[in-house]
């Protein structure tokens, strides 16, 4: 089956621009007794490579160590795979990961956790996650902490960010988002555009994020068997406080 990101995966590196502020975050996650880690929605790549790169820096090689990134899409995983041939990508469901053994670290970041849109569907990735950590393992994951007052604010045409488009020409990444109360979910339609040709985008896309407040994502992973050991309200490390942007946790197994 087509995941929805295969035809916006040639654009995906291209629209998210500058990713180092998640890589300054999850790859010092990475200590010298980290000999495994799996990313969950692990898209192009980018973390993961990060990752394998520092833990063959600690090891003096790769020889040994484990690194897994998992994604629905299989153009997602091509481009991934043409980034570090040498990392297991893996294509699958974040519910029912198909892998075998345990992970010193685990991550899912760029709030991919909110594409999952049902409670349930939430809890059981959770458990997976447990399956899959070490007892003294880390499971590292952001999403956005829910901002009514912004969601019942529809945008039509924000400019998310200025990037170099697929000929090295300026190029805009638009948004329009509308938010629904009763389902709690987000829905986004981004454009890559030419500004000189706003009218014909270079590519589209559609997502949609469930907005999960902090009180309910503690009860999830607490029902799950995790434990929260650190969460910050955004990549600075920042505490964590009901104004704060973000939702930044790393936990560990309950128990």
Known sequence: MESTYDQWAQYYDIAEGDRSIFLDF?????????????????????????????????????????????????????????????????????????IAGEYDLVLCAFNTLQLLHSEEDLCSTFEAVRRHLKSDGVF????????????ARPQSDRLVRRVAGPQGQAAELREAFAYDPQSRIMTLDWRLIDPRRPAAPLAT???????????????????????????????????????????????????
């Open 26 to 98: 999850y790859v010092p996650l990475i200590g010298s007794q980290t000999r495994s880690a799996l990313e969950l929605g692990c898209g192009t790549g980018v973390i993961t490579a990060a990752l394998a790169r520092r833990m063959a820096e600690f090891n003096n090689g790769d020889a040994g160590l484990r690194v897994t990134g998992l994604d629905e899409s299989a153009e997602m995983l091509r481009l991934a795979r043409a980034r570090d041939a040498g990392i297991e990508w893996v294509q699958g469901d974040f519910r029912a990961p198909p």
């Open 140 to 151: 590292a994951f952001d999403i956005y902490q829910p901002n009514l007052e912004y969601l």
């Open 205 to 255: 896309m559609r997502y949609h994020l469930r907005q999960y407040f902090a009180a309910e994502v503690e009860g999830f992973l607490a029902a799950a068997g995790l434990a929260i050991i650190e969460r910050f309200g955004d990549f600075d490390r920042s505490p964590f406080t009901d104004s704060s942007k973000k939702q930044i946790m790393l936990c560990g197994r309950a128990g």
